[in-house]
């Protein structure tokens, strides 16, 4: 199951693929695959379990769940969920959720409480923590 560590080398290993422009998409994920189409990456991020592909309007967050893996310019014999091709490559998907998150991607995250992302605030997280002990 990935976990944040592992999710932060996928981040690291897909940056060949960043300002590139997707060139085909398919799969069994039943989000409109057809909106991806065309786009051009400007980064990839994470946040905590999740990994997000980031676009000028929007983002595709995808969480490996359980049983989720991913394979880069590679495939596996089981049914991709989303491969997103590139001049240079593919991303393949499995086993994962995906769902577009509208608009600034700041508005959806709180990088600060996030432990494995470089604007991670321990001051922050002890005081939510005081909080909410529980």
């Known amino acids: 199951m990935p976990e944040g560590p592992s999710i932060v080398i996928l981040k690291e290993e897909v940056q060949q693929f960043e300002g590139k422009e ?73 086993s994962c959720s995906i769902k577009f998150l509208e608009g600034d991607i700041n508005s959806h995250y709180d990088w600060s409480a996030d432990v494995m992302n470089e604007s991670w605030n321990p001051k922050k997280s002890e005081r939510k923590t005081e909080r909410n002990p529980q």
């Open 22 to 94: 997707i060139i085909a998409v398919f799969g069994n994920s039943k989000i409109d695959q057809s909106r991806l189409l065309h786009q051009k990456v400007i980064s990839f991020r994470s946040w905590g379990k999740h990994f997000l592909v980031c676009f000028e309007d929007f983002t595709l967050r995808i969480h490996f769940l359980l049983f989720g893996t991913y394979r880069i310019n590679e495939a596996k014999e089981s049914p991709v969920r989303l491969n997103l091709t590139f001049p240079n490559g593919e991303i393949n998907l499995y």
